[in-house]
Structure formats: structure tokens, C-alpha cells
């Protein structure tokens, strides 16, 4: 059975740091695209940024670069996503979502997990 269980979201004041989990299981880890989602409040699915360890790279959505860094335990099957210089556009429900293919814009992911809410005040 595939999961995808992500955690580490709360609350913070803008300009704090938040770093999410999301523990895999049920599917083979290493051979997938991953990827980080969110969704405000009243609005769509947003990319976040995603990573391939079969081709070592990495893609951030233009407003997270230099402040969200992705990484990945592929030994514990742990996708990680350390957020700092948190504003307040950045709450979200945030999800980790796993396909083979590298889907750009689009949302059809294979896995997607739960999410975990990020809250950032101002």
C-alpha cells in the first residue's frame, strides 16, 4: 500500500523557518519524481518545487528559490523540504506528491499524500 504521510507544518511569524517531512512507503523511492504542492485558502494547486535523483535535478517555483531547499533521505524514504524567510504567501497546505514522469504545471500526480498546514503571519 502506497502513503505518502507528511508533517512539520504550523505556525510561524514571517520571516521563520519551518522544515516538512513527508515519509514515503509502498512504491520505489529512488525511481520517482517528487514533489512539493500547496494549496491557500480559496485557491488551486500550487507547484512548490520538485527532485529526481535519477537525473540529480532540482526545480523551485521562481518565488521560493533561495529561501525553500528540497532534499531527500533516500536511505529512510524521507522527502524533506526546509523553508526559511517564511512570508505570508506562503500559507498553504502543503503536500508532498510522487509520479515517474516530471509533470511540470500539471497536478495529475500518481501519490499525493494528506498535507500538512503552514500558517505565516505577518
Known amino acids: 500500500q502506497v502513503q505518502l504521510v507528511e508533517s512539520g507544518g504550523g505556525s510561524v511569524q514571517a520571516g521563520g523557518s519551518l522544515r516538512l517531512s513527508c515519509v514515503a512507503s509502498g512504491f520505489t523511492f529512488s525511481s520517482y519524481w517528487m514533489y512539493w504542492v500547496r494549496q491557500a485558502p480559496g485557491k488551486g494547486l500550487e507547484w512548490v518545487s520538485c527532485?529526481?535523483?535519477?537525473?540529480?535535478?532540482?526545480y523551485y517555483k521562481d518565488s521560493v528559490k533561495g529561501r525553500f531547499t528540497i532534499s531527500k533521505d533516500s536511505e529512510k524514504k524521507i522527502l524533506y523540504l526546509q523553508m526559511n524567510s517564511l512570508r505570508p504567501e506562503d500559507t498553504a497546505i502543503y503536500y508532498c506528491?510522487?509520479?515517474?514522469?516530471?509533470?511540470?504545471?500539471?497536478?495529475?500526480?500518481?501519490?499525493r499524500g494528506q498535507g500538512t498546514q503552514v500558517t505565516v503571519s505577518s
Open positions: 506528491a510522487a509520479d515517474p514522469r516530471y509533470l511540470g504545471s500539471q497536478y495529475d500526480y500518481k501519490y
Open positions: 527532485l529526481s535523483d535519477a537525473i540529480g535535478a532540482t
